[in-house]
Nanobody, 123 residues
Framework: QVQLVESGGGLVQAGGSLRLSCAHS????????MGWFRQVPGKEREFVAA????????YYRNSVKGRFTISTDNAKNMGYLQMNSLKAEDSAVYYC????????????????WGQGTQVTVSS
């Protein structure tokens, strides 16, 4: 079993930065792709970024490219989402997720989810 715990959300002004963290418990951290998703009330959960800890390949939704950076610390079983130049439209609950094997952009292909952390960007 894998458990994920996010932290690092909060309130920030537009243009500011936040770093989200995701603690991954369980074995074989590098065997699991990690994704970050976000959701606002009344809308579907959407893909933000993903990474393969083994190899480090990264993937982003277009609207966050150049502003967000996904990374992992494989020694600590941790994932991160560094968010810079935040905009009001980035406000959402952010979730980290894990799936065994390859990266996916699809919510229903991830097996493990954290509880979510709120990010609010004031304009």
């Amino acid at each position: 079993q894998v458990q994920l715990v996010e932290s690092g959300g909060g309130l920030v002004q537009a243009g500011g930065s936040l770093r989200l963290s995701c603690a991954h418990s369980g074995r074989s951290f590098i065997s699991y792709a990690m994704g970050w998703f976000r959701q606002v009330p009344g809308k579907e959960r959407e893909f933000v970024a993903a990474i393969r800890p083994s190899g480090g390949s990264t993937y982003y939704r277009n609207s966050v490219k150049g502003r967000f950076t996904i990374s992992t610390d494989n020694a600590k079983n941790m994932g991160y989402l560094q968010m810079n130049s935040l905009k009001a439209e980035d406000s959402a609950v952010y979730y980290c997720a894990a799936r065994y094997g390859m990266v996916s952009y699809l919510v229903n292909e991830y097996d493990y989810w954290g509880q979510g952390t709120q990010v609010t960007v004031s304009s």
